[in-house]
């Protein structure tokens, strides 16, 4: 174990470090390290083995510990019913529009608008940052209802010409979602730990606003790109009551509503898993492949509460 | 490493971006609601359907509005599947909104709700053709017809007659059903037997629509009903009468000597196919699964007679078009044309559920006299009870739910009955009546 | 825009003054903002304050009717129904539980995982994988983990205990979302404390070892004072969760058995979707906003307390 070896400037010692090299407080916490990653892993073991189980057994198996084995009647009948079921690359790609436009878009507004808050003074800065603090509050369930009305009144402008309604589309999945009181906190946190003294130096050098913000700021501001990359990511991806209300073509659907194609009068559950299964896994592939690089971004973001 | 991610998230926003303008093309200028008039003269009407996932239903019903596409030029019928978890939903966020399509299918019981509120058109000419139908296929309000349904589905107690044969319990036909007695007694031998930590499964686990409709029969069976149906003004007395506290009473007793779960499981058809219950009381939807495991053990019964004869829900999806349609005619000659009879037999058939007319009855084989489903049909024409028709009802329905789930987790009953009341009243009164 | 330029409001020491686009601070400030306040007036405030309107009148999802004005009705109405005070209670209720345990429990995961040793990464992924899971998947399996004979009473009974109808027994009904809730947040909180955690210089830890402190002291005087600031922006984080409880109860309870579970949120869309009142369903939103702003304000007269102190 490494634990014992790291020297004085290594910059990640284990809490109380020290004291963890007697043997048995080190098999403690291994144990404890297992035993939690069976509470957290069970449940999704659970959904992936059952997604290879015909219906009857997976209800079968609820009472042992079956439930969680890829034992008995395995089959891929789930996977093949769910493609048949759902166009499912449709959705997936609308899935991915939508979160990547909202992140995307997201991450241009709210770093500019938390750029004017924390590095220009001007009047009524105060005010307006407490206004958007405050909307942190309110839950987007309880103002579904009025959004959906007034979208409904909204214009749009496309290809064909002047609209009104925002019904059925996709902007409605994706507009309402990109400015962020969070996203916005958390950039302006960030940005107020980047020395001053950068801007002053562009500032000598001619650079405007815009530049300071393009090529001083936001190249220091990786990590809080991508703790708000990640943290607005996951909403987006995993959507599901807002869309059931204002998306009526299918070809607009985005991948979490298609769990209730398997909900019919006979419900499907190993459909159900399997579906579930093949929509999280593009989440969790992310997010291995990411890991380190969003933990060390969260380290150098999310602490300035 | 910054300007990196910047410069990856704005070429995937063009990707993106991109593909939304493609995903417009592909759209092509047909609007929202896919309805207008193309340029050779078709009027396209659109049709929205709860069949989205269920390919049986969503299959007959395509081959309806192919017939009718080919058998006429004028109109082309477009049709767009939704969920059925979610698609009330849907549907009344696009009434909210007055998007709603030419021809829909709504849950029966929501229709006078919707003919009020102005959304749904009656149904013009289609009087003599609807005579035919089973009652509660057809969807009334203020004496108008709004809306049809190929079918209807019936509720049924399912056992196996080797375990009730063991448990020496007699079983039950349409003339001579459990009484509550009988029923209450076969629960308790199959309890004390031990092998049933639940030996009825009413499925308790469902959610929604389904307390209203499976357990307002009972409730109906014992003499009471969801509201006074004279007038529809009020639950008083009938929500909250002795017969109703009597229904109440009994239902909680179920749960309280465990003879039924108060939430069952997720699947109660999966549950008792694995042997978990001795009697299942689901939707004669669950015939197939059940036949599939049991074969000819299994015996479908009628609901128990609790004092006012058995009662089963009526009144299942049904068609009806949109006061919002710019081309009714059209709306309308789809839905005189989708009448027919060949038609209500074809998706009847798919669906494995009860035809509403007769004449489609005889084109079934599961449903001929005599046929294995036939006994679900005679359940419909015996016992069913449609839930009220009042524009309130989508209230009583959620109000009804709730005070069910109450009193079946050990809430007075007397209380919880007037407190249901109370809302109703207080929501018919709120809406005047509905007059 | 704003009224007037006022220069004298750029930063102290800037001799410069010019007057292109870009360099106005003021212009510039605005320009920057204005795309995101043009987004959140839409999508935000105006629907905010249509909350504010339509909870004083009689307005309906569906009705040929218009909406009406009636005053204080709908809070009359409100104040009076049990269903109401029982899901304010059970809000409060969860909010008190979720905040601190989920946030301690969040603290162990990260000091169990803070640590050079081989397989940390793996652990730290499986820790994380709820998170990544929608809340309507994780509902969905935990209902069926939840049923009387299912997973956890069959667990449970291996060890002795005769489990109860989790979700259907209104004893325990809050307690099992509760520990859903706790199971697949907290991945996330592991995250951010794992980051707190990380800043912390480790000379201070070399030093506080020399001093001769243990594990305990180690961490009361040196891991928990760096970890102030991300003790508040989770403490923060975790309350808001806390209060829009909703996804859960929608799909595993609907708020029963007997309202044990039914929180402010979701009667407001049950009222104002299944029963279609939407004029009622705005006063239990408005009501909630108001709640809840007073929570915030407290929460903030503390951490700003604790600047001010520093």
């Known amino acids: 174990m490494s634990t014992a070896t790291h020297t004085p400037k290594a910059k990640v010692p284990p809490a109380a470090a020290g004291a963890h090299n007697h043997p048995v407080v080190r098999a403690a916490v291994a144990l404890g390290r297992v035993l939690l990653a069976l509470i957290f892993g069970l449940p999704l073991v659970f959904m992936i083995v059952s997604s290879f189980k015909p219906d009857n057994q997976i209800f079968a198996d609820l009472a042992s510990i079956n439930a969680f084995l890829p034992l008995g009647d395995l089959t891929l009948e789930n996977y093949l019913g769910v493609f048949d079921r759902v166009p ?6 609308n899935s991915i529009i939508v979160s990547v436009l909202t992140v995307g878009l997201g991450l241009l507004v709210n770093s500019m608008a938390a750029f004017a808050l924390s590095r220009i003074q001007f009047r009524g800065q105060k005010i307006i940052l407490t206004v958007i603090l405050a909307t942190l509050i309110v839950p987007f369930e309880t103002m579904a209802l009025p959004l959906l009305w007034w979208s409904n009144q909204l214009p749009w402008i496309d290809a064909n010409g ?80 807002w869309p059931l209300m204002v998306v009526q073509s299918e070809e607009l659907r985005p991948a979490m509503v298609g769990i209730d194609y398997f909900k019919q009068l006979n419900v499907s559950w190993g459909q159900i898993m399997a579906y579930a299964t093949i929509i999280t896994a593009p989440v969790l592939a992310l997010f291995i492949s990411f890991q380190r690089a969003f933990i060390s971004s969260i380290a150098s973001s999310g602490v300035k509460g | 490493m910054t300007t990196g991610i910047i410069r990856k998230v704005a070429a995937a926003g063009v990707v993106a971006a991109l593909s939304v303008s493609l995903g417009a093309c592909t759209k092509g200028g047909s609007s929202t609601t896919n309805q207008g008039t193309s ?44 969920p059925q978890d979610s698609y009330n939903q849907s549907v009344v966020a696009a009434a909210a909104s007055k998007k709603l399509p030419c021809i829909l299918d709504t849950d029966g019981p929501n229709v006078p709700n919707w003919a009020w509120a102005g959304y749904l058109a009656p149904l013009e000419g289609l009087d003599e053709t609807l005579g035919k139908f089973l009652p509660s296929t057809v969807g009334q309000y203020k004496d108008k017809n709004y ?62 629509e389904w307390w209203p409709y499976a357990y307002s029969p009972m409730l109906q069976s014992f003499g009471g009903d969801l509201i ?74 009628p609901p128990p007679d609790l004092g006012h004869g058995p009662k089963i829900g009526g009144g299942s999806w049904q068609w009806a078009v949109s006061s919002s349609c710019s081309a009714p005619e059209g709306a309308m000659e789809y839905m005189k044309f989708a009448a027919q009879d060949k038609y209500v037999a074809s998706v009847a058939e798919a669906t494995r559920n009860i035809p509403a007319t007769d004449a489609a009855a005889d084109q079934v084989e599961a449903f001929k006299p005599g046929g294995e489903n036939d006994i679900f049909r005679q359940f419909a024409k015996e016992f069913a009870v449609v839930r009220p028709e009042t524009p309130g009802y989508p209230f009583i329905a959620t109000e009804f739910t709730k005070t069910a789930q109450d009193i079946i987790n050990g809430a007075d009953p007397q209380q919880a009955l007037d407190q249901a009341v109370l809302n109703i009243d207080a929501n018919q009164q709120s809406n005047n009546y509905f007059e | 825009m704003p009224p007037a330029v006022t220069p004298d409001l750029a930063p102290a020491g800037n001799p410069r003054s010019r007057t292109t686009l870009g360099h106005q601070p003021v212009t510039v400030a605005w320009l920057m903002l204005v795309p995101a306040i043009v987004l959140m007036v839409t999508f935000l405030i105006i629907p905010i304050i249509l909350t504010f309107g339509l909870a004083f009148t009689n307005a309906r999802l569906i009705s040929p009717e218009p909406a009406r004005f009636i005053g204080l009705d709908n809070f ?13 209670q059970n809000t409060v209720v969860f909010a008190l539980v979720i905040v601190p345990v989920q946030s301690a429990i969040a603290l162990g995961l990260a000091l169990l995982i803070n640590a050079k040793v081989r397989g940390v990464n793996f652990f730290r992924t499986v820790y994380f994988l709820p ?26 009974a291996k060890i002795g205990i005769d489990g109860p109808d989790w979700l259907g ?48 002291r180690q961490f009361l005087h040196v891991t928990w004072p760096g970890l102030r600031q991300t003790a508040t922006f989770i403490l923060i984080t975790i309350t808001i969760a806390a209060f829009s409880l909703f996804t859960q109860v929608n799909i595993m309870t609907q708020g029963g058995p007997l309202d044990a579970t039914s929180t402010v949120v979701f009667q407001a869309v049950r009222t104002g979707f299944q029963q279609q009142q939407t004029g009622y369903a705005s006063a239990i939103s408005l009501v909630f906003f108001a709640i809840v702003l007073v929570v915030s304000l407290i929460q903030r007269y503390f951490t700003r307390d604790k600047e001010a102190r520093r």
Not at chain 1, 203 to 232: E, K, Q
Not at chain 2, 147 to 167: I, N, P, Q, T
Request: aromatic letters at 14%; hydrophobic letters at 45%; glycine letters at 6%.
């Open chain 2, 228 to 301: 006074d149906r004279t007038d529809f003004k009020s639950a008083d007395g009938v929500l909250n009468g002795p017969e109703a506290v009597a229904w109440a009473t009994w239902f909680r007793s179920l749960v309280a000597n465990e003879w039924v779960a108060a939430k069952g499981g997720a699947d109660s058809t999966k549950d008792f196919v694995n042997g978990k219950s001795a009697i299942l009381y689901n939707g004669s939807w669950s015939a197939k699964d059940a036949r599939e495991a049991f074969g000819d053990d299994l015996v479908v019964l």
């Open chain 2, 39 to 82: 340029a050779n003269g078709t009027t396209e009407l659109a049709m929205w359907t709860h069949n989205a996932g269920n390919e049986e239903e969503l299959g007959a019903i395509t081959a309806v509005v192919d017939d009718f596409n080919a058998s006429q030029t004028k109109y082309k019928v477009n049709i767009q599947a939704f």
């Open chain 3, 76 to 88: 009359t109405r409100l104040f009076s129904s049990p269903t109401f005070w029982r899901s304010l």
């Open chain 3, 169 to 216: 027994d209104p004893r325990t009904a809050l307690f099992a979302i509760i520990v859903l809730s706790i199971w697949q947040a907290v991945g996330m909180h592991m995250v951010i404390w794992l980051s707190g955690l990380q800043t912390i210089p480790g000379e201070l830890y070399e030093a506080a070892a020399l001093d001769g402190a243990g594990p305990w």
């Open chain 1, 88 to 93: 499912f690359a449709r959705f997936m790609l």
């Open chain 3, 131 to 156: 998170v990544v899971t929608s809340m309507v998947v994780v509902s969905m399996l935990w209902m069926f983990m939840y049923q009387p004979n299912g997973l956890i009473n069959v667990l449970l």
């Open chain 2, 147 to 208: 809306s049809y349904g190929y079918y209807d589905v019936a509720l049924a107690m399912f056992s196996r007659k080797s375990v009730l044969e063991k448990h020496d319990i007699r079983i039950p036909t349409v003339d001579q059903p459990w009484t509550q007695a009988e029923f209450d007694g076969a629960l308790k031998k199959l309890k004390d037997s031990g092998e049933y930590a639940y030996p009825a499964d009413l499925s308790t686990g469902f959610t929604g």
């Open chain 1, 162 to 241: 002047l609209s009104q309604g925002w019904l059925d589309t996709y902007q409605i999945q994706i507009v309402p979602f990109i400015a962020n009181a969070f996203s916005i906190y958390l950039f302006y946190q960030y940005f107020d730990s980047i020395p001053r003294e950068l801007d002053e130096a562009a500032r000598v050098d001619g650079a405007n606003w815009f530049r300071i913000y393009r090529s001083v700021v936001m190249p220091l501001a990786g990590p809080a790109v991508a703790t708000v990359a990640i943290l607005t990511f996951l909403p987006a991806w995993n959507s599901y009551l």
